[in-house]
């Protein structure tokens, strides 16, 4: 498949239907400041797609705006479905999830358990309290996933920094969200590490759509399929890895350092 776009790229079964979330004129205001400032973007099933921009370019809130954690104008939809203006929960439920950048798991409780909590968040709580005798298959199937089989009856807190985020990753999984918005997964994380989460975000990105904020240029050019780049609250750049490194606009506000580096390096 040939990442280079003006098109998104596609992945999975990508189609006609495939058309996942559609932002329109997003705006978020703060006490008359704009932090997000008419923001339009498209993302299909199969995009792994990295939202960069410099400190205080927006790209939190506009997750913040897309999950219903701050209040903002113009639309989201999901399969035409509009989700600005609904609760947080319902948001949740119609599949869009997202981690922190701080992972949020239950440390005192099992990786196991912390799966089992998430997968039951839509579940009544008579349904919460039955015992379970043996792992349901979808939780299973996320424990491989995410590569934390082994330790699924060890607590959560034991786990290495980049296993928390992992699990929570897995938390999206076993509620099947298929919107993924990741804040900054890999901040914190080994070389190791990095590797495998870009692997894991190829693995399930795949079939779904994944939106990744990110500061660490070094893993976008690994993973991303395509990028949107974010400056004062707007879109100044979208496309593949490629164009965006090649947009002069880009290079001034946000890669002008690294590209510079990366120049003298091949002379
Ligand atoms: N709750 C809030 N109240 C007032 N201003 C806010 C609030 N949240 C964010 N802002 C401001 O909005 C702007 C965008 O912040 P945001 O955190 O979305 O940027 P960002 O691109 O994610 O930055 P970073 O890369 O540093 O995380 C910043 O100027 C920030 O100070």
New binding site residues.
């Given amino acids: 498949m040939n990442p280079t776009r003006t098109q998104p790229s596609f992945g999975g079964n990508a189609g006609m239907s495939s058309q996942y979330l559609e932002i329109r004129n997003l705006r ?1 205001t ?2 008359g ?1 704009t ?2 400032d008419g923001v339009d973007l498209t993302l299909f099933q199969g995009d792994l797609r990295f ?1 960069i ?12 705006a897309v999950t219903g954690l ?1 209040p903002a104008t113009g639309s989201v939809t999901k399969s035409g479905v509009e989700l600005l203006g609904q609760k947080v929960h319902k948001i949740a439920r119609t599949g869009v999830g997202r981690t922190f ?1 701080t992972a949020s798991v239950f440390e005192e409780l099992t990786v196991l358990q912390n799966l089992d909590i998430a997968a039951g968040a839509g579940r009544s709580a008579l349904t919460m309290l039955r015992r379970r005798k043996t792992v349901l298959p979808h939780i299973e199937e996320a424990l491989e996933t995410i590569g934390l089989s082994h330790l699924r009856d060890r607590p959560a807190g034991i786990l290495a920094h980049g296993q928390k985020q992992w699990l929570e990753i897995g938390m999206l999984l076993v509620q099947d969200a298929d919107v993924l918005l990741l ?2 997964p890999v901040a914190g994380m080994s070389h190791d590490e990095r590797e495998e989460t870009g692997n894991l975000l190829r693995r399930i990105g795949a079939e779904r759509t994944v939106v990744v ?1 990110e ?1 660490d240029m070094d893993f976008m050019r690994a993973f991303a399929t395509s990028v949107t780049v ?1 400056a004062r ?1 707007q879109v100044i750049a979208d496309g593949s890895v490629e164009q965006i490194q090649a947009d002069p606009m880009v290079q001034q506000v946000y890669l002008g350092t690294a590209a510079a580096v990366e120049a003298s390096e091949e002379h």
């Fill in positions: 978020v703060f006490d400041f932090a997000v939202l921009g410099p400190n205080g370019a927006g790209k939190t809130t506009l997750v913040d701050v950048q804040d900054e904020v500061h974010l609250g």
